[in-house]
């Protein structure tokens, strides 16, 4: 879907709708044409009624580069309250027919006086302009205000955050800044304009575009001022982080008890520190608000977290805000796949005490962590094979068509073992060999010695429990885990030599 602007009903600005981040490799890939990310695709609101031709797909880039002399004014708004997205001559017009006069008017009256005075100018007849074209895909992305970008703006300004926070005072009708309750742009502006709440993507343009184009005029290094410079992905991938990034302190604790009222299970001890230099935004796990979970998710379906409980909100993997479907995506590469995407981990709590393994809680509010730097666990070295550890493992459930299976006990676990060493959150998570033994022992909790397979698996499946037998669950386990790895040895008798003759 293109990036597509609504024309303006009433006095609002127009209105940015939302649009699927692409790249000319992926409209390549979906047979679309792709539409440079200054393109802004133009038509009527529902409001107003169908468009009787083809919307129009306007080129914001060479209009900013061929009025370039008269600046951002000779289309737009700029005053003190910053920049007007909308077409200046297009704001308070409510009515169709006098919209599409003033729209036209505009665009054709400044191509037809370029002409005269033999300057570059545009098409004046409806179809040069109204063209209808095969479907497109748009190369704009969404600009990514991260912690780096935000922190470049405070170097600049510093003492300056009421330049972009504020909140509404209902008493005195006015915006106001205070201290410490800074939060996202998006906490207040939404998708569209209501009344006069501009919409995220009105408000960004309008203040940031503003403050940019203040600053060239004073000769000094400012931001964008075009759609490439924010919305194009080649240019956002040149804008290098700063290699310092000064912690963004907002009120948060460095670390904390996670607890929901009345829980039995023991707390989690969550360190909020070491969290926030792995992502990018504060709303990567706070949404558009910065407040705790339990503000909006509650023990019940009731509560105003989408309908979301307490409980799901932390444990969701289908969800981008959870705490297990973050660490769910950071385990998603091959390394660890063998273990984390593998049906082996679904329905088995063993597990559970990896994260839950703080004091129960009480009436009281147990004392908060100790706080400083983020500590990793180091991994143990891999302990010597043993009667309890052995290097080799005999398998010999198919005995009847093929020879007993040698699995390299030891050898696996030393291919699991270097990639947790080489990931901070494998390394924090799987601190102890048990903990890594859980990938196969599933259903043993983590930290106690696993039993032999067949202390579980019997000789047929156990259908009632979904329990699959012996010779299933080792095909299951080993064949799934190598495929999903990428290890090659998936088939009979890359494992078991074949016999010429069954006993």
């Known amino acids: 879907m293109m990036h597509r602007?609504?024309?303006?009903?009433?006095?609002?600005?127009?209105?940015?709708?939302?649009?699927?981040?692409?790249?000319?490799?992926?409209?390549?890939?979906?047979?679309?044409?792709?539409?440079?990310?200054?393109?802004?695709?133009?038509?009527?609101?529902?409001?107003?009624?169908a468009m009787q031709r083809p919307a129009v797909e306007f080129d914001h880039a060479a209009h900013t580069k061929a009025l370039e002399a008269e600046g951002c004014e000779k289309c737009h708004t700029v005053d003190d309250k910053g920049l007007t997205p909308a077409l200046t001559a297009t704001l308070n017009v409510d009515d169709r027919n006098r919209l599409i006069d003033v729209y036209h008017d505009t665009c054709m009256g400044c191509h037809e006086q370029r002409a005269a005075e033999s300057l570059k100018a545009g098409p004046v007849t409806c179809g040069e302009c109204h063209q209808r074209r095969a479907p497109g895909e748009s190369e704009r992305v969404a600009m990514a205000f991260d912690y780096s970008l935000h922190a470049r703006h405070v170097r600049t300004y510093p003492e300056k955050c009421d330049t972009c926070h504020h909140v509404y005072d209902e008493v005195e009708k006015k915006l106001r800044y205070e201290k410490g309750k800074e939060e996202a742009c998006r906490g207040c502006h939404g998708a569209v304009d209501v009344e006069k709440n501009l919409s995220l993507a009105n408000a960004s343009h309008r203040q940031c575009i503003a403050c940019h184009l203040d600053r060239a005029r004073q000769q000094l290094d400012g931001g964008p001022t075009e759609c490439v410079g924010c919305h194009d992905a080649a240019t956002l991938r040149e804008i290098k982080p700063l290699e310092e990034i000064p912690r963004l302190v907002r009120g948060q604790p460095d670390s904390l008890w996670v607890k929901a009222p009345g829980a039995t299970s023991a707390m989690v001890a969550f360190n909020h520190l070491s969290h926030e230099p792995q992502q990018e935004f504060c709303t990567t796990c706070h949404h558009d608000r910065l407040l705790s979970c339990a503000e909006c998710h509650g023990l019940t379906a009731a509560s105003d977290g989408g309908g979301v409980t307490l409980e799901r909100a932390h444990?969701?993997?289908?969800?981008?805000?959870?705490?297990?479907?973050?660490?769910?995506?950071?385990?998603?590469?091959?390394?660890?796949?063998?273990?984390?995407?593998?049906?082996?981990?679904?329905?088995?709590?063993?597990?559970?005490?990896?994260?839950h393994d703080g004091p129960r809680p009480s009436k009281e509010d147990p004392p908060v962590l100790q706080t400083g730097s983020p500590q990793v666990a180091e991994l143990a070295e891999l302990p010597a094979a043993s009667d309890d550890f052995p290097e080799k493992v005999k398998i010999d459930v198919l005995v009847g068509e093929y020879e007993a299976s040698e699995m390299p006990h030891l050898k696996i676990l030393a291919r699991l073992?270097?990639?947790?060493?080489?990931?901070?959150?494998?390394?924090?998570?799987?601190?102890?060999?048990?903990?890594?033994?859980?990938?196969?022992?599933?259903?043993?909790?983590?930290?106690?010695?696993?039993?032999?397979?067949?202390?579980?698996?019997?000789?047929?499946?156990a259908a009632t429990v979904d329990k699959p037998g012996l010779k299933v669950a080792y095909h299951r386990q080993c064949i799934g885990c190598h495929q999903r790895m990428g290890i090659d040895k998936q088939g009979c008798t890359d494992c078991h030599a074949e016999r010429e003759v069954a006993p």
């Open 417 to 461: 073992d270097a990639p947790i060493r080489s990931n901070r959150l494998a390394r924090h998570f799987h601190g102890t060999v048990e903990a890594m033994c859980a990938g196969c022992h599933h259903h043993s909790p983590a930290g106690e010695r696993p039993p032999r397979c067949a202390a579980c698996h019997g000789p047929t499946a």
């Open 5 to 49: 602007t609504i024309l303006p009903l009433l006095a609002t600005s127009l209105v940015l709708l939302g649009f699927t981040p692409s790249s000319p490799a992926a409209a390549a890939e979906s047979g679309l044409r792709g539409v440079p990310p200054a393109t802004v695709v133009m038509e009527f609101p529902e409001e107003l009624g």
């Open 315 to 355: 444990h969701m993997e289908s969800s981008e805000y959870s705490c297990t479907g973050c660490h769910r995506r950071v385990t998603s590469n091959r390394d660890c796949a063998g273990c984390h995407l593998g049906t082996s981990l679904a329905g088995g709590q063993g597990a559970c005490k990896t994260c």
